[in-house]
C-alpha cells in the first residue's frame, strides 16, 4: 500500500512569498523523521527566496502525487486555499498547526488536521520540540562587529568594501551569526546598556569577526578568538592593536579575500581559543604595559613653556 502513495509535504517554507521559520523547518525534519521510519517517500517544496537549489511549486506536477502533507504554522489564508485547489485530487492533511477559524476555507479544505492548538481544544506539543537533534555540536556561533565610521582616515578608508566582503563571505558559512554593536545605549533595547552586558554576550560566543578596534580587544578579554580585519589600508589602529595584543588572526584591507579568510576561521576555531586564552590571562595578570602606567606622572609634570 505504502507504494501507491506518493507525498508532497508543504508548509510555509514552501511559498514564494511565505516564511521559513527555524521552527518551521525542525517540524519539517519531525515529520521527515516519522515518514522515513514507515517506510514512506516524500519530497519536500521550498520556497525559491529561501532554497534556490530546492524543488519548488512551479517544478511540482500535481497529478504525479497522492497526498499531500502541510507541516506547521496558522492553517489560514489565499496560500492555502490555493493548495487545495492545485492539489484537489490529493488526500490532503495539516499536522502541527494552528487553528485561528475552523470555518475558514483554509482549515475546512483539508481531510484531516492534526492540530497544535484551536478554539476548545487541548494544546499539543509543537512538533520542533521532537525534532531530531543535530548529529554534531553545531556550528560555532560567530559574533560580527564592524564600523563603517572613522572618516579621518580619509582616502585611506576600505571600511565599505571591507564590510562586503566579509558580510558575503560569512553569509556564506555555516555559523550562526550575531550582529553586536560596541556602542552602548541605554535607552535602546537592542543595544547594550552596559560594557557588562557586552562583555556577557561575548564571552558566549565561538569566534568574532571585527574590522574595529574594540572588538578585537574585548573579544580577546573574554578569551574569545578574533578574526580581525583592519579597514584601513596600509593598516591604522587594528593592525597596531594587534600587535600590542600579540594576536595573529589579523588580515590588511587590501588583502582580504576568501582564501586568506578561511585560513584564518580554521585556525581561530582550531588553535586560537586556547591563544585567546592565554592572551585574556595576561590582561588579568596586569603585567602587560599601557598608556595609564604613564598618567599620575604626566599629571606632575610641568607644562613646557
Given at each position: 500500500?505504502?507504494?501507491r502513495r ?9 511559498f ?22 514507515a ?5 519536500v ?5 529561501f ?6 511549486f ?16 496558522p492553517?489560514h489564508?489565499?496560500?492555502?486555499e ?15 498547526v494552528?487553528?485561528v477559524d ?16 484551536a478554539?476548545g481544544?487541548e494544546?499539543?506539543?509543537d512538533l520542533?520540540?521532537?525534532?531530531p ?5 553545531g ?7 564592524l564600523?563603517?565610521?572613522?572618516r579621518?582616515y ?8 571591507v564590510?562586503?566582503t ?6 556564506g ?9 560596541t ?9 547594550c546598556?552596559?560594557?557588562g ?17 574594540h572588538?578585537l580587544v ?8 578574533a ?12 593592525t ?9 588572526a ?6 582580504v579575500?576568501?582564501a586568506?579568510?578561511e ?6 576555531l582550531?588553535?586560537g581559543r586556547?591563544a ?5 590571562a ?5 603585567t602587560a ?12 609634570a610641568?607644562?613646557?613653556?
Amino acid at each position: 500500500m505504502h507504494e501507491r502513495r506518493k507525498i508532497l509535504v508543504t508548509g510555509w517554507f514552501s511559498f514564494l512569498h511565505g516564511e521559513a521559520t527555524a521552527g518551521d523547518v525542525l517540524a519539517l525534519r519531525r515529520v521527515a523523521a516519522v515518514l522515513r521510519a514507515a517506510g514512506l517517500g516524500y519530497d519536500v517544496v521550498w520556497s525559491p527566496g529561501f532554497r534556490a537549489d530546492g524543488t519548488h511549486f512551479e517544478d511540482v506536477d500535481p497529478a504525479a502525487y497522492t497526498h499531500v502533507v502541510f507541516v506547521c504554522g496558522p492553517a489560514h489564508g489565499p496560500g492555502i486555499e490555493e493548495l487545495h485547489r492545485r492539489f484537489a485530487h490529493c488526500v490532503r492533511i495539516a499536522v502541527g498547526v494552528s487553528v485561528v477559524d475552523p470555518r475558514s476555507p483554509a482549515v475546512t479544505g483539508f481531510h484531516r488536521v492534526l492540530v497544535r492548538d484551536a478554539p476548545g481544544a487541548e494544546p499539543t506539543l509543537d512538533l520542533a520540540a521532537r525534532a531530531p537533534a543535530p548529529a554534531s555540536a553545531g556550528p560555532p556561533v560567530v559574533g560580527v562587529v564592524l564600523t563603517h565610521g572613522q572618516r579621518e582616515y580619509a582616502d585611506r578608508r576600505r571600511h565599505t568594501e571591507v564590510a562586503e566582503t566579509l558580510t558575503d563571505w560569512l553569509g556564506g558559512r555555516d555559523c550562526a551569526r550575531l550582529e553586536l554593536e560596541t556602542r552602548l545605549d541605554a535607552h535602546d533595547w537592542r543595544l547594550c546598556g552596559t560594557a557588562g552586558q557586552l562583555e556577557a554576550v561575548l564571552s558566549r560566543l565561538d569566534l568574532v569577526v571585527t574590522d574595529r578596534l574594540h572588538g578585537l580587544v574585548l573579544a580577546l578579554r573574554a578569551g574569545v578568538p578574533a578574526l580581525a580585519v583592519d579597514p584601513v589600508a596600509g593598516g591604522a589602529k587594528v593592525t597596531a592593536q594587534a600587535r600590542a595584543c600579540g594576536w595573529p588572526a589579523l588580515v590588511d584591507a587590501d588583502e582580504v579575500g576568501t582564501a586568506v579568510l578561511e585560513r584564518w576561521w580554521r585556525w581561530c576555531l582550531a588553535d586560537g581559543r586556547g591563544a585567546a586564552r592565554r592572551v585574556a590571562a595576561a590582561f588579568r595578570a596586569d603585567t602587560a604595559a599601557d598608556t595609564a602606567d604613564g598618567l599620575v606622572a604626566a599629571l606632575g609634570a610641568r607644562p613646557a613653556g
